[in-house]
Each structure stands twice: as C-alpha cells, then as structure tokens.
C-alpha cells in the first residue's frame, strides 16, 4: 500500500559500530497491512493538517492522547477507586439528606425535631433492604444494565423503558443536586460568592465532564481524594462530637437540644404527613445506591463479587455518617430554615471546632464530595446511555468510546442537561430536591418486581428466599416510591411524574424507528448475491460496509453495473462487539472483495480517508466512493441514521482524483443516485 507493513526496526550501534539492540518505533503510515486483504489503522491515521489538525491538537491537550481498543480491560477499577467513583453520590448525600428532613420538621415547631432521629433510623433501614435486593441483581446479572435490564427481561419492554428514563432522569438531577449543594457548602464558608452561584454550578459541571472525557480510571484515581477525605473529616467530627457531648456536663447524647435561635412561627401541625413528607424528603439520601449494580463491568474480575463488597462497604459507611450527624445535629438543636446559608454540617463543624482549621477542612471536603457526587452519574450514565443504543432505544452515537475509551456521548448529554438544570432552578438545592428521588424508587421498584418474576421463572436452588428478599424490596421500596409521589407532587415533584413517561415515550419511538429499519432492511443470512462488477468504468469503486443491508446490496449492485472494480471497505471500531462480517461477506458476496481495517482508534473516517489515499497511488490513480445512505422523512430521523457516511463525505471534501456519489435508499421504495463531482475536485 506504499507504506511499512508493520513496526519499524532502527538499529541502536554500540562502541565500534556493532549493533546491540533494536529500538521499535510505530510507522507513520495511517494503515499497515496486517495480512491480506486487512490492514489496522495507527495512531497517525487521524493526524491532520491545518484547522483540523489544530482542533485536534487542542481535543489531545484537554482529553488526552487516544487509546486503543487493547487498553479497554486495563480501564477496571479496584475496589477503592470504585468505592469513590461510584459511591460518591451516595455517601454525599450526608451533607443534604439529614438537613432537608430538619427542613421540614421545622415547619411544626421545635418540639418536631425531636422526630429527625427516628426518621433518619428509618430511612437507614430501608437502605439495607435495597442493598441486601441489589446484591441479589448483582449476582443474578453480573454484567451490569441495573434495573433497566432486569425490568426488560422480565417485566416486559414498557416496564424497562420507564425504569431507563426514569434512570436518565435521576442521574441529571443527581448532578445538578450535587453541585448545587456543593455551591452552596461554598457559600457557606465564603458568603461574597453568593451571586456567582449559577456561573460556579455551571463551571463545576463542565471540569467534572472533563475530567470524566479523560478516563474512568484516570478521574476516578483523582476523585478518590475528596470521597476518602470526606469520610474521614465528617467520621472526625462526628468521633470528636460524641466525645466532647460524653464528657460534657449533660452527657445524654439521645437527649434532643434546644434550637440557639428563635423559630419562625409554627405554620403546620405535627401530622403523620407532615413526618412522612420529612421521611421522603431524606429518601434522598439513598439516591447513588443503585450505581453499582448498573456499573459492574467497570470492576476488576471477580466483577460481582468486588462490586457486591463495594456496594456493602458504602452502605455501612452511608449509614453510619447519616446515624451520627442526625444525632448531633439533634443534640446541639441545630435548625436549618429555608434561605439559610449556613447548612447542617457547617453548624455542626463550628459546634464541635469553632471556626477553625477543621471547620474549614470540612466544608472543603464536603464541597469537593458533593461536587463530585455528580461523577455517579458520570460513570453510569453513559453506560446506561450505551446499552439503549444496543438496545436501539438511543442513537447509536451513544455507543461510541471516545479518545478515553469512555462514552463520550453520554457525558456531553449528561452535561448539557444538567447545566440546563441548575440555570432554570438558580442552583438552589431546595429547588430540586422535590424532583429528586422519585426516579430512583420507581427504579428501585421495578427492579426488585422484576428480581421476584426472575426467581419464580428460573426456580433455581434457593429460589423462595431470594423471593422473598426481592418481593420484600419490591413492596417497600413501592411505599416510599407513593409517599415521594404524594408529598413532593404540589412542590414540583409533579414535572419528574411527567417527565419519567414522556422519556419512556421517546425511548419507545427511537425503537420502533429502529425496528422498522431494521424489518425494511433485512437480508436473510443464508441469501447469496452472485453480482459481480461488469461495467465499463476503469476507476475502483469503494462501497464502505457497516452491516450488510438492503440499502448496502442496492448499492453494491449499482457499484457493479457502472465499473469493472469493486471493493468493499469494512472498518473495525466497537470493541465491545465481535465482527465476523468478513466471514459473513465471503458467502453472500463471492465475486466482490472486502477490505477490512481493524480501527483500535474507533475512527471511522480518517482510516477510510487513509486507505483511499494509499489506493490513489496505485492505477488507475483515481477512485469513486459510492455511500449507501437512508432516505429520512423527518429532519429528527437524521440523527438516528448516516451518521458514519456523513464523517466519511466530510473527510473526502477536497479530495483529488476522488468522486464521491451517494446512494440514497428509501426504505420500502428505491433507490437513487446522486454524484456530487462539481462540489468537490474530483477527477482532473
């Protein structure tokens, strides 16, 4: 192809001209044939000049050099970088669960926060039941998809569409409660900052998607300082706390306080909905559990076993922070009112410190904890984001791993959404907390519906027991999933009521878009296609391959009856899914060849690019590139579809000695073709 075969050899000479070693350096060639008939793209396959090679550069500098497909497996985690990545969310809420049940309690007057510690004891229990339900998915589904994929396996695909928007939705909000409360533990050491909170929400979000574009494994070793120093500052305060309540003078630390400021007037009577609508409120507190199980392919083998032990250890770790700050928040007659910009950790640090060093350690660490509370979601929902584009229920850019080897789709959707977020609501946690949870119990619910069907279905050694845990989680994670729904919906919780089954919706008619294509399109695997190249042209014409298709065999047929030479081009980029087009190809498509190019930089278009050049140098030294490409009816259907085919034209523009023509297929009707040779410089 014009260019090295493979690594090249540069003899290293030692003392008198001899050679001792060799040194082997990459070819800077953009494919390298690895046998016949396939070539692998190199790192310079994407190396451009010009703009393009600037805009690059830059995307090199920010995010970082790209990975091959190999160093996938090297990007698990151990179990303490996974404990930080993600438990995060979890352990973060310490900061905003306790102090929104205090919220609310107060509206009865003083002697209602007498109720925090109960409620807070009730809330710990449910976390154990969805732990002990969740470790019983972990190892039922031990390569990840959470609730979404057990719901669809078993419960149905509605059941699994709600439980996924629900799941998007959840996460978002996750982000924009995490860096809301991170802004304002800020403002709660630093009061000047208060008007910039929005512009900082904004800018915190788009680091940590930054730093999550650079590497699971890279953010996560970074992230780990904030989870572990969090745990650690709040364990101290609370240790010291009970010491100095111990060897105080009243040393009843069950014994509740009396608030150190006066209260507003009681507006509300203490009621069992007042003290259920404090109990969901706190449920927010176990947003961030469910992570684990949606995410365990991102440890090390034994995958489920490192995740069920990860997921054990932030459940005692959540659960003791949450315990002990509610006891000494109840003890020392903290109160938080709405407005306050001193929050429920900050009064406790200064109880217990003053407003010293530690004080200001722990609004520190309990600010970087909740800023990167949000890198929970970072991690799961591109997976989750990627496994509907599997499933055809998201565009298939979703699938997509970026330089990083991450789903970069995902973490730029996640985002973009979030900052919307936290725009609209001013980043005010009270703002979106009453939207917060609702999505997760209904995962939750869904989920354990689902573990109950799959039990009763398998009936496998122990079956009735793991029914009964799972039925048990079902039924009272259904309870609070109510109490969320009927307290929050007068607060706003009513637009995340809407919002879960208009995603569902959407993700539905993705699908059938999907599913309409692919029933339009289909070619029996067993059809053999004795077309052969039998026109008069002298020019090669390549016909790039993703899948073989109706849309891709009228093409082909096409590329036959207008020249003498034929190629198909196949190149290799998901590393998540075997190929075996080749095999495939050489029994339906005998008389026309296929060139395939591994990509174990995931590029599509500048390999192709790459192989069209080294062809041009051959005879007859000019080419033509046929693009099979569906015809959309509406302009939304455009981003479902052509997406590689699009990056290929744009590579081509300019290109000398090239015609590009695309082949436009309707489905259910026929195809056409459009040559674009006066747009670009084709043939001299």
Not at 211 to 231: D, H, K, Q, W
Not at 353 to 373: C, N, P
Not at 413 to 426: D, E, K, R
């Amino acid at each position: 192809m014009g260019a090295p075969s493979g690594p090249e050899l540069t003899p290293m000479y030692g003392p008198g001209g001899r050679v001792s070693r060799y040194r082997v350096e990459l070819p800077r060639a953009g494919i390298v044939e690895t046998s016949a008939g396939r070539y692998e793209a190199t790192p310079y396959a994407e190396r451009r000049r010009g703009l393009g090679g600037f805009a690059l550069d830059l995307k090199d500098l920010v995010i970082g050099r790209s990975m091959a497909n190999a160093r996938l497996a090297h990007e698990r985690l151990s179990k303490k970088v996974a404990l930080a990545v993600f438990s995060s969310d979890a352990i973060s809420s310490t900061a905003y669960g306790p102090q929104e049940v205090l919220l609310i309690l107060v509206l009865a007057g003083a002697g209602a926060l007498t109720y925090s510690l109960p409620i807070v004891l009730a809330i710990v229990g449910l976390l154990a039941v969805v732990v002990v339900s969740y470790s019983q998915t972990i190892r039922a589904y031990p390569h990840g998809g959470g609730a979404y994929t057990v719901a669809l396996e078993n419960l149905g695909r509605g059941a699994g569409l709600v439980a996924a928007a629900a799941l998007l939705i959840d996460y978002t909000l996750t982000v924009s409660v995490s860096v809301a409360a991170s802004v304002e533990a800020i403002v709660a050491a630093f009061p000047a900052m208060q008007g910039t909170s929005v512009l900082l929400a904004a800018a915190m979000v788009a680091l940590i998607a930054t730093m999550n574009l650079r590497g699971v494994r890279e953010s996560g070793t970074v992230f780990a300082i904030p989870t572990y120093g969090f745990i650690v500052v709040l364990g101290t305060t609370i240790v010291v706390g009970i010491g100095k309540v111990l060897l105080s003078d009243s040393p009843n630390l069950f014994a509740a306080g009396v608030p150190d400021r006066p209260l507003p007037e009681q507006t509300e009577a203490l009621s069992l909905f007042l003290v259920l609508r404090a109990f969901a409120a706190g449920c927010s507190a176990l947003t961030g559990v469910e992570a684990v199980s949606n995410g365990v392919q991102a440890f090390r083998p034994p995958e489920w076993r490192n995740a069920i032990q990860t997921m054990v250890t932030m459940a005692i770790i959540l659960g003791s922070l949450l315990l002990g700050t509610t006891l000494l928040a109840r003890h020392f007659g903290v109160v938080y009112l709405e407005g306050d910009h001193a929050t429920v950790l900050a009064q406790l640090g200064e109880r217990v410190f003053g407003r010293g060093a530690m004080f200001y350690a722990l609004q520190g660490f309990t600010a970087g904890i909740l800023f990167l509370a949000a890198n929970t979601s970072f991690a799961d929902y591109p997976r989750l984001a990627a496994i509907l584009a599997r499933d055809s229920y998201l565009p298939r850019v979703f699938r997509q791993r970026g330089n990083r080897l991450v789903f970069s789709y995902g973490i730029l959707a996640l985002a973009t959404m979030s900052i919307v977020l936290l725009v609209l609501f001013g980043a005010k946690t009270t703002r979106l907390i009453p939207l917060y949870a609702f999505g997760v119990f209904l995962s939750f619910t869904l989920s354990q519906a689902g573990m109950v069907v799959h039990w009763y279905r398998l009936r496998e050694r122990g079956w009735r027991a793991s029914m009964v845990v799972n039925g048990f989680g079902a039924v009272v994670t259904a309870v609070v999933t109510g109490i969320v729904v009927v307290t929050k919906f007068h607060e706003g919780g009513w637009m995340v009521v809407v919002a879960v089954p208009a995603g569902a919706l959407g993700l539905w008619l993705v699908g059938r878009y999907y599913a309409r294509l692919r029933r339009l399109l289909h070619v029996p695997a067993e059809a053999v296609f004795d077309m052969a190249p039998r026109g008069a042209g002298p020019e090669t014409v390549l016909v790039p391959v993703q899948e073989v298709n109706l849309a891709l065999v009228m093409a082909l047929g096409a590329a036959c009856e207008r020249s003498r030479s034929v190629e198909g081009v196949h190149v290799v980029v998901d590393p998540d899914q075997p190929d075996d087009l080749d095999e495939q190809w050489a029994k339906q498509f005998p008389h026309i060849p296929l060139v395939v190019i591994d990509s174990p930089y995931r590029n599509v278009a500048d390999p192709f690019l790459r192989y069209v050049e080294d062809r041009l140098r051959e005879p007859p030294y000019r080419l033509v590139v046929m693009l099979p490409e569906i015809e959309t009816r509406h302009r939304f259907e455009r981003l479902l579809v052509n997406r590689s085919s699009e990056a290929i034209a744009k590579r081509l523009r300019g290109q000398r000695r090239v015609a590009v023509e695309r082949y436009w297929f309707h489905p259910g009707g026929t195809g056409r073709q459009e040559g674009w040779r006066r747009k670009f410089r084709m043939f001299p």
